[in-house]
């Protein structure tokens, strides 16, 4: 339809609005004018940077190549044994916070409480100067270091973690319906019976995608245990890589180790998104 | 004490805070007697229902089960529930596991059966039901009839000596209730002690020993079922079942 066809045919019904375009001419105006910015804006980031120059400082070949194996074989082992370490310890704690933060009785419910705020509250990188330095020197004893791990920094990054998981799991508890714990308590299940073998289950499905980006953020958060002072063998990968560009010059090894995060989190929230998608099945 | 009745209620009291939904219920229900509580909503029916195996705290009053005295602080409540099964009107099947699991869960970790004698015996609770050849599924893929059904079994699967009913057939769609009413009025012809909390009048004849109307948190009438829904001797039954029957 023509533009002049519309307009006699608004001779019947006369259109309100003044506007002389269709709403469908309309939207191929702002969509012209969309992919023109947009290949603007790619030109420009095509042409104006020195390619060669960056491709010299942080794509180098032989700097990428030196990282290896040592990248993989400590940096990205260590990143992965403290993640699984205190995310092992993060949910404990938070399990059990949880489950005090639900109690009929009231200390429990306090104590679990303040524990949430002060340890939500704090920067984590504070959280684990207190226990890792602060607390030693206090007390005039060390951590042990355990499988070449500081565990004073575990510690810490499983209180940080567990302050923020113990609110995810308190909700995923209280999203499972009233009804599953009577019927279970019905059946002549005790209270903490029915928690274990029926609310806790379904409550860990629901908060499946939230735990995930718990994983992720203290997978993220390892770095900062390299403020505690760190060995050859116990560097995790960001400080393998700041120290991989100050004996290079050269900002490839944060490339690299840039890459092997994301080699370990796209593969981990897939798994996961897989896991949920099969859950879904049985609910 | 009444030791021959299954189930005794004495002066029970209920309130929500400043709500009192129970003001002093006494019933009695004999071994092998099907009772059915009818009532508005609101008048403290399911409250009741839910007090005979403390799901709800009373606030005063005593529940004797075979002549033991449930509301005792002493009283070991979990053992006392493995002998009263109880459905409920939103079936609260167990979602994160298949059929099977949701009718032998309780009997393994309560009762301390075996895998295989739980297994066995809740295959023959679904048998009953009608619904042995789905006891691999999961509760999500059943019609709200079947769920409620599987929640029967899962209730018969403990072996109690009686049964509460909580308004099992007030969520489902019309065409479902049927078969939902029909395992019940089975039961009841076995000789299972039953409270049944309902609004199927209908049932309530057809199966009741005895028909109790509350209103206002007491018992307002009882009787058998063809005085009490045919001849109401109260006023206040009469424009019930009015209400009720009107439509």
Redesign the interface.
Known sequence: MTSAEQAGGSAVLQPRTGRRRSPRQRAQRVRVVSYALGAAVLAALVLVPDWPRIQRNFLDGGVFADQFPKIVTIAARNTVVYTVLSFTGGLVLGLTMALLRLSTIRPYRWFAAVYIEIFRGLPALLTISLIGFAIPIALGVGFPVVLGVETGGIIALSLVAGAYMAETIRAGIEAV?R??M?????????YG?AMR??VI??AF?IIIPPLTNELVLLLKDTALLSILGVTVTSKELTKFARDGVNQNFNGTPIVAAGLLYLAITIPLTRLVAQLEKRNR??? | MNVASAIDIIGLHKSFGPVQVLRGIDLSIAPAHVVCVIGASGSGKSTLLRCVNRLEEPTSGRILIDGLEITDPDCDVDGVRTRIGMVFQQFNLFGHLNVLRNVTIAQEKVLGRSRDEAVEAGMRVLERVGLAGRADEYPSRLSGGQQQRVAIARALAMDPDMMLFDEVTSALDPELVGEVLEVMRGLAEEGMTMMVVTHEMGFARRVADRVVFMDEGVVCEQGGPDQVLGDPAEERTRRFLQRVLEH
């Open positions: 319906p009804g599953q009577e019927a279970a308590r019905s059946l002549g299940m005790p019976q073998s029926i289950p379904q499905r099945r049985s609910r």
